[in-house]
């Protein structure tokens, strides 16, 4: 099966990623627990789809946490700027980069879900693999996966509300409205809250955020 990855992520600078964790923790540490899952996506990604790796980057990473660590990992990724207005835009956009070059599957994932694990992305990739889409409901209401085997089909992001309870819901019912047939996969959690955070290192301790959440829990007592 032709598959590849995209990850959708943002630098983890302080102040601009995982604001939402951050106004519980503290920006500083919101962001190390950012480059922490980004590299554990990173590596879960490279595992389950060897070189066939692409980034959309929003900000810089000379500017974030890990940032000469998380540089070494994307030596063999392919990294590209995000754009559009809005994040259904970015979608959108970056689905369409891809489209433009080999064809195969898509599997987008964000930087927000540091559990998943090569299993769960190739299994995406499969559902995918005979023309359906792909949706893996997060618990907040959102998605953490969407596999297409033609990456174009993701226009349809652009007019998708997105980073609300409905978002799953909406962008099931976009996908489907453009012919599709939507399969799901297993649901995971987002990491948006402390709470969340705790949940994904309790249940990926072995993880570098599960690592990095202990240590700051450690710390703390």
């Known amino acids: ?6 990850v959708m992520a943002k630098a983890p600078v302080p102040g601009l990623a995982k ?3 951050g106004a ?19 590596a879960t990604c490279r595992e389950a789809f060897g070189d066939d790796c692409h980034l959309a980057l929003d900000g810089d990473l000379r500017a974030g946490r890990r940032g000469y ?28 980069r891809l489209a433009a070059g080999s064809p195969g599957v898509v599997v987008q994932i964000g930087m927000d879900t540091p559990q998943v ?15 359906a889409a792909v949706l893996g409901p997060a618990l907040d209401g959102g998605w953490w996966v969407l596999a ?10 652009s007019g998708v509300p997105m980073s609300t309870e409905g978002t799953y819901a909406a962008t099931w019912s976009a996908l489907a409205a453009a012919g599709l047939e939507v399969r799901d996969t297993g649901a995971l959690v987002d990491v948006d809250t402390v709470e969340d955070a705790a949940l994904v290192a309790s249940a990926a301790p072995g993880t570098r955020f599960g690592r990095t959440w202990l240590g700051l829990a450690a710390v703390a007592r």
Do not use: K
Not at 24 to 41: K, P, Q, R, S
Not at 69 to 96: N, S, Y
Not at 121 to 128: D, E, S, V, W
């Open 117 to 131: 694990t090569s299993p769960d992305l190739r299994l995406a990739a499969g559902l995918a693999a005979d023309g």
């Open 24 to 42: 519980g923790i503290g920006m500083e540490v919101a962001a190390d627990l950012a480059a922490a899952a980004l590299l554990d996506t990173l």
């Open 148 to 157: 297409l085997d033609h990456a174009e089909r993701a226009a349809v992001l």
């Open 69 to 96: 660590e998380i540089a070494d990992a994307l030596a063999t990724w392919t990294v590209f700027a995000q754009c559009g207005a809005t994040f259904g835009e970015r979608l959108a956009h970056a689905h369409g």
């Open 19 to 21: 604001t939402r964790l």
């Open 1 to 6: 099966m032709n598959a590849r990855v995209l």
